[in-house]
């Protein structure tokens, strides 16, 4: 007694649901192409140049002269004993390389920092004085192409710096920690030739070091290389509009619209009639053996009909007067009756997809 076109429902339902998803996708494209085509971002965007660049910074602890090393010089990443520390050779390297020929001019200084900080806890310190000491005078150059490069050796007299920082906590009677930090700082500003200034660059090495502890560790603190591309301003107002692009998208979107109202609609009436078809399949198989099918509709004119609201209702009504529950289809997956006879008096339930919502309950 099952409704012939039961599974059809559901397989309709599942097609109109993978319908739904590629109307979703082909809306989601269409608003990308939208604003794709109103913000002109990307393509409005034109390259200029490239470059990049790279920094290095090595030392060398020289030794004074003592009974205890054979090798005056000491590498990096070592610990070393600070009362035989004579100086410190610090080299820094710094490479620019440009895609094309620019009007640079480039500063760049070395300059010993001496500064002495003050713990309040692990998480927080404060600095509590602080003195630049020039090595290399702050220079100027300006010239055209594509290279700058800027070689310097200095040698810090770690002595002196480590001096100051004991008069300075002696003096005021603050433990605090002291260090001195080697800084080359560079400054580079360009562009093209006759261009704008469309390159501004800065970078500092810094070589940390340690002051009054009886062993000290240095610490390298730098970028070691970067880069960068340089694109044409565009001013807002120059930006075209992708005219194709904007017209596709928005007769994409207007369709999908439409396209989503009817499917969603649908859908929800195909809902509807998948849970009428699953309601129907349960009473059928649950009680089929006291249900008969009409092949027509009886007619009701000389019965006094009794609308049943619920179909178990009529279940006890057959178990009392012992007739056979007549099923009839009346809309094809829309509509079908359940009847009990008896005497003059009809007993009536109705099943619709429009009220389906009227499930058997377990």
Not at 18 to 35: D, E, H, N, P, R
Not at 105 to 112: L, S
Not at 200 to 227: A, D, F, H, R, W
Request: overall charge negative; hydrophobic content about 40%; proline content about 3%.
């Amino acid at each position: 007694m099952k409704p012939k076109n039961g599974n059809k429902i559901i397989l309709k339902q599942w097609v109109q649901v993978f319908l739904l998803i590629i109307v979703l996708i082909i809306m989601a494209g269409s608003i990308w192409a939208i604003v794709k085509s109103v913000s002109g971002e990307e393509s409005a965007k034109e390259e200029l140049y490239t470059y990049n660049y790279n920094s290095n910074l090595s030392y060398r602890v020289v030794l004074k002269d003592n009974p205890f090393f054979t090798n005056k010089t000491l590498g990096m990443n070592k610990q070393y004993i600070a009362s035989l520390i004579d100086h410190i050779e610090v080299d820094t390297k710094y490479n620019f390389q440009s895609s094309k020929d620019l009007e640079y001019n480039y500063t760049y200084e070395i300059v010993a920092t001496a500064k002495g900080t003050y713990s309040e806890s692990e998480a927080k310190s404060t600095e509590v004085w602080s003195k630049n000491y020039p090595i290399v005078p702050l220079a100027t150059k300006t010239g055209t192409g594509k290279d700058i490069a800027i070689n310097q050796t200095v040698s810090i007299n770690y002595n002196t710096y480590n001096q100051v920082m004991t008069d300075f906590r002696n003096q005021f009677g603050l433990s605090v920690d002291a260090s001195v930090d080697v800084s080359l700082k560079i400054n580079v500003t360009g562009g093209l030739p006759g261009k704008d200034k469309t390159l501004q660059e800065s970078n500092t090495m810094t070589l940390e070091i340690p002051l009054v502890k009886p062993t000290i560790e240095l610490k390298p603190n730098y970028v070691n290389n970067g880069g960068k591309t340089i694109y044409k301003e565009t001013p807002a107002g120059d930006i075209d509009i992708n005219i194709p692009l904007l017209v596709v998208g928005i007769i994409m979107l207007l369709f999908t619209v439409i396209m989503l109202k009817k499917l969603g609609s649908s859908l929800l009436t195909t809902t509807k009639k998948s849970e009428y078809v699953l309601t129907l399949n349960k009473i059928l198989k649950e009680y089929g053996d006291i249900i008969a099918k009409a092949e027509n509709v009886p007619n009701l004119t000389q019965y006094d009909v009794v609308h049943i609201k619920d179909f178990t209702d009529l279940v006890d009504i057959e178990e009392e007067l012992h007739s056979p529950i007549i099923y009839t289809e009346i809309r094809e997956d829309l509509e079908c009756w359940f009847m009990i006879f008896n005497d003059k008096t009809a007993y009536k339930f109705i099943l619709r997809y429009e009220d389906f919502a009227r499930l058997i309950r377990d």
